[in-house]
């Protein structure tokens, strides 16, 4: 079993930056692919990127391709995101998920597991 839990979220002004953790708890999770998503008020679940556990490969929404990077720390069973350049559209509930699959993409309902979320939000 894998138990997800999110931190580093807070409040940021645009232009700032948060680094968020996944840690998992439990089982490790580094022959997990590791995804990071996003939820606004009002909004639906949006993906935000991913890690494949074999052979490192990432993905990113084109909302944050160049801003954000997700990385992976085997030793600590940590994976993390750094977000860079934030705007107030970034503004959201991230949460981690991870799954064994290597061939899951961006569709949140593939992921098996799943952290209760931290809050970010970019002040204007």
């Known amino acids: 079993q894998v138990q997800l839990a999110e931190s580093g979220g807070g409040l940021v002004q645009a232009g700032g930056s948060l680094k968020l953790s996944c840690a998992s708890s439990?089982?490790?999770?580094?022959?997990?692919?590791v995804g990071w998503f996003r939820q606004a008020p009002g909004k639906e679940r949006e993906f935000v990127a991913l890690?494949?556990?074999?052979?490192?490969?990432?993905v990113y929404a084109d909302s944050v391709k160049g801003r954000f990077t997700i990385s992976r720390d085997k030793a600590k069973n940590t994976v993390y995101l750094q977000m860079n350049s934030l705007k107030s559209e970034d503004t959201a509930v991230y949460y981690c998920?991870?799954?064994?699959?290597?061939?899951?993409?961006?569709?949140?309902?593939?992921?098996?597991?799943w952290g209760q979320g931290t809050q970010v939000t970019v002040s204007s």
């Open positions: 998920a991870a799954d064994p699959s290597l061939l899951i993409g961006s569709t949140a309902d593939e992921y098996d597991y």
């Open positions: 439990g089982r490790t999770f580094n022959m997990y692919t």
């Open positions: 890690e494949r556990w074999s052979g490192g490969t990432t």
